[in-house]
Structure formats: C-alpha cells, structure tokens
C-alpha cells in the first residue's frame, strides 16, 4: 500500500494507518529480538534485550486495544522504515567478527529502532488527542514511556562500558 494511496482522506484514516505502521514495527521488532538477544555477549546487554523483548509483546496487545478502542480492524501495512533498520542491522553484524564490537553494534541498532518507535508514538498520542481521543493517547503514552526508558538504558550501558574500557 503507498503511503499517499488515496484512501487516507482524514486525520483519522492517518491515525489509523499510522497505527498500523506501528503494528507492523512492533511484530517484526518481536521477530527480530531474539536473532539479537542470541548475538550478543555481554550480559547487561541481553538482559536488556530480554526486557525488550517482554515489552514489546506489551506494546502489541496495547495496539490492539487502541485499534479495538477506536473500532478499527488490527492489521498491518508494510513500514519500509523498520524495514530497512533492521535490514541494515543484520547486514553489519554480518561483517562483524569480534564479540565487543558486535555488541557495540547491535546497541547502535536497537537504539536506531527505539529511536523510530519514539518518533511514532509521539505523533500517534498528538493525532489521538487532536481525534479527540485521550483515552487512545493514554494508552500509546504507555508504550512510549518503555521506549524512552530501552533507550535511555541503552545509552546508560554503552556509557559505562565506554568508562570501563577507558579504565582498563
Ligand atoms: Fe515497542
Ligand atoms: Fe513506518
Ligand atoms: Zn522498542
């Protein structure tokens, strides 16, 4: 389906087909997570993508609440964008020998879904409550606020093992 097919004609036809953009991000985040839970070495990391992994079945039933909520049919449509970072994710740790800097790797990946998943939810609570909708921006803020979290935690164990390699 194109992106400016002509049977997007209101805010709330985009709503809805952003919703499933996001839907279609979240189920191929959930297939992609173990492949990165099963190539990373450190620890922290896995624990971290383990974590992930649990939320992100979290943030796929609260998208089917938001599509029951406001009586549109759950379904996917392609996202070229998730699509393609993690594409690009698994053609770099194809050429990525040493454990460390697979992991360095795959954090800078993750971060780079995060980071598309945190620029969605915000424009879908924004169109939510411009819809009228706060009892869907409710919910979606939900889901935001774990993605802003994976990120930030993210950051907060590539900074550490930066300062440890630093100390060594
Ligand atoms: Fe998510
Ligand atoms: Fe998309
Ligand atoms: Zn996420």
């Not at 609440?65 to 970072?85: L, N, S, W, Y």
């Not at 598309?116 to 609570?125: C, H």
Request: contains cysteine; aromatic residues 6%.
């Amino acid at each position: 389906m194109g992106f400016f097919s002509k049977d997007i004609q209101s805010m709330d036809d985009l709503f809805v087909h952003t919703l499933r953009d996001i839907y279609y991000a979240e189920k191929r985040i959930l297939k992609a997570l173990p492949d990165m839970i099963g190539k990373a070495s450190s620890d922290s990391l896995r624990q971290a993508f383990e974590t992930h992994l649990k939320e992100t079945e979290g943030h796929v039933t609260r998208l089917e609440e938001v599509f029951r909520m406001h009586g549109a049919q759950a379904k996917t449509v392609t996202c070229p964008a998730i699509d393609g970072i993690i594409e690009e994710a698994q053609e770099i740790a194809g050429e990525v020998a040493d454990a460390e800097v697979m992991d360095a790797a795959l954090a800078a990946a993750a971060q780079a879904v995060e980071h598309y998943e945190i620029t969605r939810y915000g424009t879908l609570i924004a169109w939510a409550k411009r819809l009228g909708r706060n009892d869907c921006a409710g919910v979606l803020q939900r889901t935001l606020e774990e993605e802003k979290a994976a990120d930030a935690k993210l950051t907060a164990l590539a900074q550490a093992h930066l300062n440890m390699r630093a100390a060594e």
